[in-house]
């Protein structure tokens, strides 16, 4: 069965005018949100996306929404469970049908670090929504802060044709509508091209490392 290719959701975000400000690609809106000293606006940002044609097009071109990728996760770490054992398989099977190959040049962003399985498993959640993205950071962040008062952003970019995936449409009602995820599963190469170290000042007064992660995925 041949795949569609999703259309490039940036080249229609972009050049961005936010908090004042014009930017002219998901990078450079990043890094002013990593620097900026009030918390992050995730709303702002989804309600842009859900006004804008091609996300519209993005989360309607898939049936499949946060409930299944949860639990498609869930039987997807499962090891014990003899009796469920075929569900994974079947579960990637129905969700392979109505993936689609993610545009060239897409840039996706992730928190925290990255799972280890992700390369074995072609698995990886991610998001289009750079608010969001810091905010979940600086969740894992606060976890561990007494440790290693580390930040790490992802940033991914497609760079292969063959990078297949799906939006997920979250129900507009609940705390989920701004997670504005990516569900890969499945491509070829995910390779770290580049890390940046950022220092910033917290509310908190302890000075925080962002570890800003730059990846190629084909």
Do not use: C
Not at 26 to 33: D, E, G, K, V
Not at 125 to 137: G, L, R
């Amino acid at each position: 069965m041949n795949k569609l290719t999703l259309p490039l959701l940036d080249s229609s975000l972009y050049p961005k005018f936010w908090q004042q400000q014009t930017f002219t690609n998901p990078q450079a809106l990043l890094l002013a949100i990593l620097m900026a000293e009030e918390v992050p606006d995730a709303a702002a940002f989804t309600q842009q996306l859900l006004a804008n044609e091609v996300y519209q097009d993005w989360i309607n071109s898939s049936v499949f929404g946060r409930y299944l990728q949860r639990n498609f996760t869930a039987f997807s770490q499962q090891t014990e469970d003899s009796f469920n054992s075929d569900m994974p398989l079947l579960f990637r099977q129905e969700l392979m049908r109505h993936a689609q190959y993610l545009p060239l040049g897409q840039v996706l962003f992730f928190a925290g670090d990255l799972p280890k399985s992700v390369r074995q498993t072609k698995v990886l959640s991610t998001m289009v929504n750079p608010a969001t993205v810091t905010i979940n950071a600086q969740k894992l962040s606060a976890k561990a802060i007494m440790n290693n008062p580390t930040m790490i952003i992802n940033q991914i970019v497609i760079r292969g044709k063959q990078v297949l995936g799906f939006p997920i449409r979250h129900n507009k009602r609940t705390s989920e509508r701004l997670r504005n995820e990516v569900l890969i599963l499945d491509f070829q190469d995910l390779r770290l091209v580049n890390e940046m170290n950022i220092i910033a000042k917290k509310r908190s007064n302890i000075d925080e490392t962002i570890l800003l992660r730059s990846y190629e995925l084909r």
